[in-house]
């Protein structure tokens, strides 16, 4: 059964279409990532599915329902994290909980207990009676998702949940999304990072400018686009030139210099048994190497062979607030 | 050099237990939908949070109707009506009235704080009456309303004002109060439509400084130029000041309450739905 159908869904502002014929098909109690730059239509995306936006042309179905003529239905059973932190800093963790367990037709009693178990669950109940705005990065995000989950959700929309985290606290918010997918939530995510898209996803659309430019697993992804890159950089800068020889002999393709003068790139060879060799045939022509790296491919590199045009973000980003949103449909 | 291993950091907030929020995840009912009712019970609940969480945000509330208050009195009262004590017998209810309607511009203030903060994000993908938040709110703010109310009337009384009656005074906070309530709908659609929470505040003042002083908060509209008698006479604050002033002793004009309370619903009318469709478009 399908979570999310998606068909042609454009959303302009002003003279932008920051969403321009998105068609998306998400597996029930899948996670699905939706993975591009910036300002590439991910958010609007997101927003339009999560009954927020209307969508100007297009359809889709969300569990079955229309997410215009059925938003109510919709949203009774999804929910969103949204790429700001969804929850008020001037409460503290405990009464965030509290106020959305009122929210969705808790008790006083129901919805105090509630908020005690999902702060611990959260490893938050040391922090759930301070005010939100005395929380790291990591625990309002934790927090914000905790707050997605006081009834469980169906399906939950997460837009970038990672995006200016310290690497613990990355690693904490994938664990809870593993642990919802675990437990049969459809999870649809938004992310910039291919690595984050890997970890989690079992499907990915990549976006840009609007449209879905590929999909496919996260391996069927890398295929497309190449076994990443071999990172290069000598302890002499000078000896560059002749680095670039050796390796291109080595590995028998084309090798970038980079815009470090010591780094050179290519790309992975099929068998990482020749990489090595390149680089000990470095070392035996006397070249010092001062590290290397074999790499999965960046975004930046999906982009570039995706689409011919690297990943910059885009010039008219979505707009928090926008001034040509329409209504949606109670 | 000691053999003893360090232990792994497993901090409180290291990694979590997927066990546990396995468990947290699975031990939902979902809960039958709450009422409108108890929907916007529960976003005037979270506005008196927010009062006890930063009080600060009572100190406007609060100071500026003591500062007017004295001001007015001590500098004016001499010469405008010939003593202090009979001045302010006629500037308490301006006072009042003019202290509590400029609360009403914060109701659009922290709207616009929760718009720009994402949090409205939330409460619109919730299937809740979709005006709910923003009726709460409003719910919320009369906390406000009551507290710049009570310190007008409990300084008034220390400084010597004497109302004919106190069910009087009673109802005039009530009327001023329910006017309010109107009147905030009109901040919150200001609200919605400009950008910044500082941007809320500067329109909001701008508006009401004319407004309020362009009344008979301060003086009879007898001595003022034709045209000016003429605005101040149609300037339904005058009418609530009136009313106010009528109520506290004894006085009151029907006529005055009623133009008070038809101004009050057709502000609602005009402003309430105003606002709940650019909350539910443009939030």
Same mark, same amino acid.
């Given at each position: 059964?399908?979570?999310?159908?998606?068909?042609?869904?454009?959303?302009?502002?002003?003279?932008?279409?920051?969403?321009?014929?998105?068609?998306?098909?998400?597996?029930?109690?899948?996670?699905?990532?939706?993975?591009?730059?910036?300002?590439?239509?991910?958010?609007?995306?997101?927003?339009?599915?999560?009954?927020?936006?209307?969508?100007?042309?297009?359809?889709?179905?969300?569990? #079955?329902?229309?997410?215009?003529?059925? &938003?109510?239905?919709?949203?009774?059973?999804?929910?969103?994290?949204?790429?700001?932190?969804?929850?008020?800093?001037?409460?503290? #963790?405990?009464?965030?909980?509290?106020?959305?367990?009122?929210?969705?037709?808790?008790?006083?009693?129901?919805?105090?207990?509630?908020?005690?178990?999902?702060?611990?669950?959260?490893?938050? /109940?040391?922090?759930?009676?301070?005010?939100?705005?005395?929380?790291?990065?990591?625990?309002?995000?934790?927090?914000?998702?905790?707050?997605?989950?006081?009834?469980?959700?169906?399906?939950?929309?997460?837009?970038?949940?990672?995006?200016?985290?310290?690497?613990?606290?990355?690693?904490?918010?994938?664990?809870?999304?593993? &642990?919802?997918?675990?437990?049969?939530?459809?999870?649809?995510?938004?992310?910039?990072?291919?690595?984050?898209?890997?970890?989690?996803?079992?499907?990915?659309?990549?976006?840009?400018?609007?449209?879905?430019?590929?999909?496919?697993?996260?391996?069927?992804?890398k295929a497309s686009v190449g076994r990443g890159a071999l990172?290069?950089?000598?302890?002499?800068?000078?000896?560059?030139?002749?680095?670039? /020889?050796?390796?291109?002999?080595a590995l028998g393709a084309?090798?970038?210099?980079?815009?470090?003068?010591?780094?050179?790139?290519a790309a992975c060879p099929p068998d990482p048994q020749r990489a090595a060799e390149a680089?000990?045939?470095?070392?035996?022509?006397?070249?010092?190497?001062?590290?290397?790296?074999l790499?999965?491919p960046?975004?930046?590199?999906?982009?570039?062979?995706?689409?011919?045009?690297?990943?910059?973000?885009?010039?008219?980003?979505?707009?928090?607030?926008?001034?040509?949103?329409?209504?949606?449909?109670? | 050099?000691?053999?003893?291993?360090?232990?792994?950091?497993?901090?409180?907030?290291?990694?979590?237990? /997927?066990?546990?929020?396995?468990?947290?995840?699975?031990?939902?009912?979902?809960?039958?939908?709450?009422?409108?009712?108890?929907?916007?019970?529960?976003?005037?609940?979270?506005?008196?949070?927010?009062?006890?969480?930063?009080?600060?945000?009572?100190?406007?509330?609060?100071?500026?109707?003591?500062?007017?208050?004295?001001?007015?009195?001590?500098?004016?009262?001499?010469?405008?009506?010939?003593?202090?004590?009979?001045?302010?017998?006629?500037?308490?209810?301006?006072?009042?009235?003019?202290?509590?309607?400029?609360?009403?511009?914060?109701?659009?203030?922290?709207?616009?704080?929760?718009?720009?903060?994402?949090?409205? /994000?939330?409460?619109?993908?919730?299937?809740?009456?979709?005006?709910?938040?923003?009726?709460?709110?409003?719910?919320?703010?009369?906390?406000?309303?009551?507290?710049?109310?009570?310190?007008?009337?409990?300084?008034?009384?220390?400084?010597?004002?004497?109302?004919?009656?106190?069910?009087?005074?009673?109802?005039?906070?009530?009327?001023?109060?329910?006017?309010?309530?109107?009147?905030?709908?009109?901040?919150?659609?200001?609200?919605?439509?400009?950008?910044?929470?500082?941007?809320?505040?500067? &329109?909001?003042?701008?508006?009401?400084?004319?407004?309020?002083?362009?009344?008979?908060?301060?003086?009879?509209?007898?001595?003022?130029?034709?045209?000016?008698?003429?605005?101040?006479?149609?300037?339904?604050?005058?009418?609530?000041?009136?009313?106010?002033?009528?109520?506290?002793?004894?006085?009151?004009?029907?006529?005055?309450?009623?133009?008070?309370?038809?101004?009050?619903?057709?502000?609602?009318?005009?402003?309430?739905?105003?606002?709940?469709?650019?909350?539910?478009?443009?939030?």
């Open positions: 059964m399908l979570a999310i159908e998606a068909s042609d869904l454009v959303k302009s502002f002003g003279s932008t279409r920051a969403v321009d014929g998105v068609n998306l098909a998400v597996r029930s109690g899948a996670v699905y990532g939706m993975l591009g730059p910036n300002g590439a239509g991910k958010t609007t995306t997101i927003r339009m599915l999560a009954t927020l936006l209307r969508p100007d042309s297009g359809t889709a179905r969300v569990l #079955g329902r229309d997410i215009v003529s059925e &938003a109510d239905a919709v949203r009774g059973l999804v929910s969103l994290t949204g790429q700001l932190a969804s929850v008020d800093e001037d409460l503290t #963790g405990r009464e965030n909980l509290v106020l959305i367990g009122r929210l969705l037709g808790y008790s006083r009693a129901q919805a105090k207990a509630r908020a005690l178990e999902l702060l611990e669950a959260f490893g938050l /109940d040391h922090a759930g009676g301070r005010q939100v705005k005395s929380y790291s990065g990591g625990m309002r995000r934790r927090l914000d998702i905790a707050a997605s989950i006081v009834v469980t959700p169906e399906l939950m929309f997460l837009d970038e949940p990672t995006t200016g985290l310290d690497p613990r606290s990355r690693n904490q918010v994938w664990d809870i999304v593993r &642990a919802l997918a675990a437990q049969g939530t459809t999870v649809l995510l938004c992310t910039q990072y291919l690595d984050e898209a890997d970890q989690l996803a079992d499907g990915i659309a990549v976006i840009d400018r609007g449209k879905v430019i590929a999909e496919g697993t996260p391996s069927q992804l990172r290069i950089r000598l302890l002499d800068p000078e000896q560059r030139p002749r680095a670039e /020889d050796v390796l291109a002999r084309g090798v970038r210099l980079e815009a470090d003068p010591a780094a050179l790139s680089i000990a045939e470095l070392s035996r022509s006397g070249i010092a190497v001062a590290d290397f790296a790499g999965q960046s975004l930046d590199e999906v982009f570039l062979a995706l689409t011919g045009h690297p990943a910059e973000e885009e010039a008219v980003a979505e707009p928090a607030v926008s001034e040509e949103e329409e209504e949606v449909a109670a | 050099m000691s053999a003893v291993p360090t232990a792994p950091a497993r901090s409180r907030s290291g990694p979590l237990a /997927d066990q546990a929020i396995g468990a947290a995840l699975s031990s939902t009912p979902r809960p039958a939908r709450p009422s409108a009712l108890s929907a916007c019970l529960a976003f005037g609940w979270r506005g008196i949070l927010k009062i006890k969480h930063v009080p600060e945000q009572l100190l406007d509330v609060t100071l500026t109707p003591v500062l007017f208050l004295l001001m007015f009195t001590y500098l004016f009262g001499g010469a405008i009506a010939g003593s202090t004590g009979e001045y302010l017998h006629f500037i308490l209810p301006g006072i009042l009235v003019m202290s509590v309607l400029f609360t009403t511009v914060y109701s659009g203030v922290t709207l616009n704080t929760d718009m720009t903060r994402g949090v409205t /994000d939330r409460f619109r993908s919730l299937p809740i009456w979709r005006p709910a938040p923003l009726v709460g709110a409003v719910l919320g703010d009369s906390v406000r309303y009551l507290v710049g109310a009570t310190v007008v009337v409990v300084l008034g009384l220390a400084l010597g004002f004497r109302p004919q009656s106190v069910p009087g005074v009673l109802a005039a906070i009530l009327l001023v109060v329910v006017f309010s309530f109107s009147l905030a709908w009109v901040f919150t659609t200001v609200g919605l439509l400009l950008r910044a929470p500082n941007a809320v505040m500067n &329109a909001g003042f701008m508006a009401l400084f004319p407004i309020t002083f362009l009344s008979n908060v301060f003086v009879q509209p007898d001595t003022l130029p034709g045209w000016l008698k003429a605005f101040v006479d149609v300037n339904p604050i005058s009418h609530l000041v009136t009313a106010s002033r009528g109520l506290m002793d004894g006085t009151v004009h029907a006529g005055d309450i009623g133009i008070a309370l038809g101004v009050g619903a057709a502000l609602t009318a005009v402003f309430a739905p105003l606002t709940t469709h650019l909350y539910r478009t443009r939030a």
